[in-house]
């Protein structure tokens, strides 16, 4: 069964950098749709960032022209570069993969914290 398994979280303070990392060791990583999702204390688990299997982009509107998404074929890893972080941007952060055929499988998380 495959899995994913997500990397690059940690404390940074406002206006930092981070870049989250997700292995896929699945065989299908190439056909998936990959996303980052996010998820605050109190609150429900929102998209952040999807990238389709032919490379195309969503974000959500408050992380625009601050968080870029990205694969790499190759290494069966999708990333999340995350700059000008703010405290708002505090979250445990969920990789997601949607393959053509069978269930949507999540990471198990990795946690972004900003601090002001």
């Known amino acids: 069964q495959a899995q994913l398994a997500e990397s690059g979280g940690g404390l940074v303070q406002a206006g930092g950098s981070l870049r989250l990392s997700c292995a896929d060791s699945?065989?299908?990583?190439?056909?998936?749709?990959m996303g980052w999702y996010r998820q605050a204390p109190g609150k429900q688990r929102d998209v952040v960032a999807v990238?389709?299997?032919?490379?195309?982009?969503r974000y959500t509107d408050s992380v625009k022209g601050r968080f870029t998404i990205s694969r790499d074929n190759a290494k069966n890893t999708v990333y999340l570069q995350m700059n000008s972080l703010k405290p708002e941007d505090t979250a445990v952060y969920y990789c997601?993969?949607?393959?053509?055929?069978?269930?949507?499988?999540w990471g198990q998380g990795t946690q972004v914290t900003v601090s002001s």
């Open positions: 997601n993969a949607e393959p053509i055929y069978g269930r949507i499988y």
């Open positions: 990238i389709s299997r032919y490379g195309s982009t």
């Open positions: 699945g065989s299908t990583f190439r056909t998936n749709n």
